[in-house]
């Protein structure tokens, strides 16, 4: 158990060569809040970050021993011991600090990190107001808790960003919807565009508007990065991870985004997603592309079930590939009408006479 007031470095999953350095201000039974200290004994904010993420930590060395005599030989301006949450959940406690004093933060979630403003927040979601190093305004964004490896206020960076900041701070949300479904829901059949990040993929995203949301699914009208229409995916809101909202990107996007007249108009009745796209592709004759993890399917879907689907399969060069029964619990997206598919099914035409979309 890590004792308070203790000088340290952590070892985290991930960072096993440098760790992070400072001193142990609280902990709880699942999380740390820390005094970060940098190579030069520089106070450098604080941090609250998850035990279970923690790999080892170390109490002694040169390295530790020269970093905390710096540190001790410095006149800080304040004393950041005094720095103290009274929740009992270290990472609610930050937040509530941040919101208290217009605070800026870190949310680190895995290889990604998002500083912004906090607006508001539930047990399962945190709304951020993005904030770029030269303090410009980034949008909107809604990141799920579960995913938020540590928190962090009061670094220089912050202090350097918050000073750029031109606006007034963001005001918070008294009131935040509790979840994605809640939050989602009220742009159902909007022109709002979001990205959307999903299946511990931080580096690509799904652009669109939202069509229907149910408590588990999401279904989005998908818009390229030119601004085109590109059919229509299914996924579950569990593996939905982060929202972005009115972000510089999309504004790009909206400004290309060009009125198609050959898209479908996606119909759907019923509360489970999944079923009533598969419903919607075979009325209209329309094939799928099925995503599993990294891998695809692409074909025309001869029946289904709750348990799995028959697909009649091709290659992405139109090649016939076979009939597929595929279990849908390991399917993670499906999808209709994006170009690609849309591609790949009209060789699949040219070469086996199928009937074309």
């Keep these: 158990m890590m004792e308070q007031k203790k000088f340290l470095t952590i070892y985290e999953n991930g960072n096993l060569e440098e760790g992070?350095?400072?001193?142990?201000?609280?902990?709880?039974?699942?999380?740390?809040l820390m005094k970060n200290i940098d190579f030069y004994g520089n106070e450098d904010g604080?941090?609250?970050?998850?035990?279970?993420n923690i790999v080892c930590y170390n109490t002694g060395g040169m390295d530790i021993y020269r970093k905390?005599?710096?540190?001790?030989?410095?006149?800080?301006?304040?004393?950041?011991e005094n720095f103290f949450v009274e929740e009992e959940n270290l990472m609610t406690g930050m937040l509530a600090y941040a919101i208290k004093n217009r605070e800026p933060v870190f949310a680190f979630c895995e290889e990604c990190v998002y500083a912004g403003w906090v607006c508001g927040y539930s047990d399962e979601i945190v709304i951020l107001n993005e904030l770029t190093p030269y303090g410009e305004d980034e949008g909107e964004l809604w990141l799920k808790r579960e995913y938020i490896d540590a928190l962090e206020t009061g670094s220089p960076d912050l202090q350097i960003r918050k000073k750029f900041w031109e606006k007034e701070v963001p005001k918070c949300d008294g009131r935040p919807e509790k979840s994605f479904y809640r939050k989602?829901?009220?742009?159902?059949?909007s022109l709002q565009l979001f990205e959307i990040y999903a299946d511990s993929d931080w580096e690509?995203?799904?652009?669109?508007?939202?069509?229907?949301?149910?408590?588990?699914?999401?279904?989005?009208?998908?818009?390229?990065?030119?601004?085109?229409?590109?059919?229509?995916?299914?996924?579950?809101?569990?593996?939905?991870m982060c929202i972005c909202q009115k972000s510089r990107y999309l504004s790009k996007i909206q400004k290309n985004n060009k009125c198609d007249t050959t898209q479908i108009k996606l119909e759907m009745d019923g509360e489970n997603l999944s079923d009533?796209?598969?419903?919607?592709?075979?009325?209209?004759?329309?094939?799928?592309?099925?995503?599993?993890?990294?891998q695809g399917y692409y074909g025309d879907i001869e029946q289904w079930t709750e348990e799995w689907i028959q697909?009649?399969?091709?290659?992405?060069l139109g090649n016939g590939k076979g009939t597929f029964w595929i279990l849908r619990e390991w399917i993670d997206?499906?999808?209709?009408?994006?170009?690609?598919?849309?591609?790949?099914w009209q060789m699949a035409c040219d070469k086996h006479d199928l009937v074309r979309i």
Excluded at 20 to 32: A, K, P, R
Excluded at 68 to 73: D, F, I, P, T, Y
Excluded at 184 to 189: A, C, D, P, T, V
């Design 20 to 32: 992070y350095t400072g001193l142990v201000l609280q902990t709880s039974d699942n999380e740390i």
């Design 46 to 52: 604080y941090c609250v970050r998850r035990i279970e």
């Design 68 to 80: 905390r005599q710096l540190w001790e030989e410095k006149k800080h301006s304040h004393v950041m």
């Design 184 to 189: 989602l829901k009220k742009y159902k059949g």
């Design 204 to 240: 690509n995203c799904y652009v669109g508007t939202i069509e229907y949301v149910t408590k588990k699914e999401l279904a989005i009208k998908h818009i390229d990065s030119e601004g085109h229409y590109d059919g229509y995916v299914v996924l579950t809101l569990e593996a939905v």
């Design 276 to 294: 009533e796209v598969l419903r919607f592709a075979q009325r209209k004759s329309l094939p799928v592309f099925l995503e599993i993890g990294t």
């Design 311 to 316: 697909l009649r399969a091709v290659d992405l």
């Design 333 to 344: 997206r499906i999808w209709v009408d994006n170009q690609i598919l849309r591609e790949v």
